[in-house]
């Protein structure tokens, strides 16, 4: 049993830490490949695709240095950053080689921009050897947000029960049904690969807590999956799945003030923020469609056209 992706090969019970050079560029995303002694699934966990959100990266760090090949059966592969150029600019969403969102470029184009180059190797080579897929995220450093997991809404329905099962294994306390189909995650499950994709923390910070928690969402997916034995003690946690959920964007340049903190409830016909101009005249109010929580929102007092507001789904 090995694992071989692009110039990254791992034998049966070894570690490989290396550099994933992505084809036809001169980018490489830093990679760490545990081969169990046992035969398993392949879980691929992937951090970093937004370089500043930091909580995730660093339970990626952290999880590919502490696991081992003797403890564990199949093959774990982490990705920690794949924004790699970005984090180092402390560049919030996009690549900066080409200003582009990676996870808005699935499945990728292997003559494109680098984003898009990128996106058609994990396509291409990556998620064509793979049993799972899991993208960790966070609010960016404009952004905060509440714990939770997304699932693909437009996989194939065993794709998409797979998804949930395994999303049901993790201490978060809600599930939400996604209709992107061009993201990291959500690519890889409309490639026939479940996958889930975790929201924590935000703001541009990071804290051994977040981090801890993020970690204990690790190995209770391994452990769900049987690539590690179940000898932790995790607490039950119940999950309520959003069915539901809007997404507002700004359709002005101003100043954004939002009426809710991430997690806050709230009911239907709320005032949930708005946007002013540099003169304090209202550009435009926002109001909730239905009773709802704060999944996430953009904190940050400048907004452009287009930018992200408020994420909330329904309950």
Request: with cysteine; hydrophobic share 35%; net charge negative.
């Amino acid at each position: 049993m090995s694992f071989v992706l692009g110039n990254i090969k791992c034998e049966n019970g070894k570690k490989e830490k290396g550099y994933w050079n992505i084809e036809k560029t001169r980018y490489h995303i830093p990679i760490t490949v545990i081969c169990g002694k046992k035969e398993g699934k392949t879980v691929v966990i992937s951090s970093g695709v937004h370089s500043c959100e930091y909580v995730g990266i660093q339970a990626a760090i952290e999880t590919a240095q502490e696991l081992s090949p003797e403890n564990i059966s199949g093959t774990v592969v982490i990705l920690h950053p794949v924004n790699y150029t970005g984090f180092f600019k402390r560049l919030p969403a996009v690549i900066p080689e080409d200003n582009k969102n990676l996870n808005r470029v699935f499945p990728g184009d292997k003559d494109g921009t680098l984003s898009e180059k990128i996106a058609y190797n994990f396509s291409k080579y990556l998620y064509p050897n793979i049993d799972f897929f899991f993208d960790l995220h966070g609010g960016d450093v404009q952004e905060n947000v509440t714990p939770f997991v997304y699932f693909s809404g437009s996989a194939d329905e065993e794709v998409k029960k797979i998804s949930i099962e395994a999303a049901k294994s993790l201490s978060l306390p809600y599930r939400v049904k996604s209709s992107s189909v061009n993201g990291v995650y959500s690519s890889a499950a409309m490639q026939g690969v479940p996958s889930l994709l975790v929201e924590r923390g935000g703001r541009g910070l990071w804290s051994k807590e977040e981090v801890g928690a993020y970690k204990e969402d690790i190995l209770r997916l391994l452990t769900h999956f049987n690539i590690l034995e179940n000898n932790f003690s995790f607490s039950d946690m119940t999950q309520a799945e959003i069915n539901n959920s809007k997404y507002l964007e700004s359709r002005h340049n101003g100043f954004w003030y939002p009426a809710f903190e991430a997690g806050d409830t709230f009911k239907k016909g709320a005032f949930l923020g708005e946007i002013k101009d540099c003169f304090g005249n209202i550009l435009e109010t926002y109001k909730a469609e239905f009773d709802g929580i704060i999944l996430y929102e953009t904190i940050s007092l400048a907004i452009a056209i287009d930018d992200p507001l408020i994420a909330y789904g329904e309950i």
